[in-house]
T-cell receptor, first 112, second 113 residues
Framework: KQEVTQIPAALSVPEGENLVLNCSFT??????LQWFRQDPGKGLTSLLL???SQREQTSGRLNASLDKSSGRSTLYIAASQPGDSATYLC???????????WGLGTSLAVNP | DGGITQSPKYLFRKEGQNVTLSCEQN?????MYWYRQDPGQGLRLIYY???????QKGDIAEGYSVSREKKESFPLTVTSAQKNPTAFYLC????????????FGSGTRLTVV
């Protein structure tokens, strides 16, 4: 069974900290992995997409890595800000079943 | 700017009533998807469409119906057969089969009254 686990489920940090969100997946034959942000009551915003042939992607203060052999991806947020407070979801796409497999998310609170 | 528009933002359904959620995209994407989000659960796929006039059931299609008459539009009807429809509904699209990443709309919150 294809599964995604996100740890921790919730995280509260003071402003300015560097932090790491973890995503583990069970299928090494993934096509790509995508990180999303969701604000309360809102839709999903795509943050980073990592293809299976890539090791990492960067966008501003965000860096996402992918290690297929260990079944892990990490989202690194540098110099966190209160505006980063949201739920962060990871999902991998396995081409054989044509759908995304979702984690439950990490709820992040960055305190001023 | 290209994107996905979902409407309405909030929708209230009475018992035994069918309601339709709208999803429109101007990204020229071939594939469109409907997901349901409930607290404490991962997103679950309701229906998806890879091409106009064709669609497939996802994991929780019972009580829902869709149509894909135009590339830009993928409306979802929540029928009276769906016994627990209160949830947050998200529409998404991809250029192909998901290899290039998903784009999501802002969602519709449906509540049974």
């Amino acid at each position: 069974k294809q599964e995604v686990t996100q740890i921790p489920a919730a995280l509260s940090v003071p402003e300015g900290e560097n932090l790491v969100l973890n995503c583990s997946f069970t299928d090494s034959a993934i096509y790509n992995l995508q990180w999303f942000r969701q604000d309360p009551g809102k839709g999903l915003t795509s943050l980073l997409l990592i293809q299976s042939s890539q090791r990492e992607q960067t966008s501003g203060r965000l860096n996402a890595s992918l290690d297929k052999s260990s079944g892990r991806s990490t989202l690194y947020i540098a110099a966190s800000q209160p505006g980063d407070s949201a739920t962060y979801l990871c999902a991998f796409y396995a081409g054989n079943n044509r759908k995304l497999i979702w984690g439950l998310g990490t709820s992040l609170a960055v305190n001023p | 700017d290209g994107g996905i528009t979902q409407s309405p933002k909030y929708l209230f359904r009475k018992e035994g009533q069918n309601v339709t959620l709208s999803c429109e995209q101007n990204l020229n994407h071939d594939a469109m998807y409907w997901y349901r989000q409930d607290p404490g659960q991962g997103l679950r796929l309701i229906y998806y469409s890879q091409i106009v006039n064709d669609f497939q059931k996802g994991d929780i299609a019972e009580g829902y119906s869709v149509s894909r008459e135009k590339k830009e539009s993928f409306p979802l009807t929540v029928t009276s057969a769906q016994k627990n429809p209160t949830a947050f509904y998200l529409c998404a699209s991809t250029p192909g089969q998901g290899a290039h990443g998903y784009t999501f709309g802002s969602g519709t919150r449906l509540t049974v009254v």
